[in-house]
């Protein structure tokens, strides 16, 4: 089984910044594409960013230059990095994989930002 915990989440003001981890145990993390999504009230969950096994990149054309993805394959865990926050950037941001088929979810961590 396939467990994501995803934290980091917090209130922050305009400008400011949150770093997301996520901790990835049940899978060959290693080899594995990561994802960050999110939600906020009333929308449909987004990708905000991928990273590959190889380390390559993708962003969500609102985040990019602002967010960026990384991992650390020997402790198995995902990051965030998020900087210029905005209030549009305000969701549950949920950690993502997939492994043999099926789609695994962290429980999400709450970013908030106040204007």
């Known amino acids: 089984q396939v467990y994501l915990t995803d934290s980091g989440g917090d209130s922050v003001q305009t400008g400011g910044s949150l770093r997301l981890s996520c901790s990835a145990r049940?899978?060959?993390?290693?080899?594995?594409?990561m994802a960050w999504y999110r939600q906020a009230p009333g929308n449909q969950r987004e990708m905000v960013a991928q990273i590959t096994r190889d380390h390559a990149t993708t962003y969500a054309d609102s985040v990019k230059d602002r967010f960026t993805i990384s991992r650390d394959n020997v402790r198995r865990n995902l990051y965030l990095q998020m900087n210029n926050l905005k209030p549009e950037d305000t969701a549950v941001y949920y950690c993502f994989t997939q492994n043999r088929g099926r789609d695994f979810w962290g429980r999400g961590t709450q970013v908030t930002v106040s204007s």
């Open positions: 049940g899978l060959n993390f290693g080899i594995a594409t």
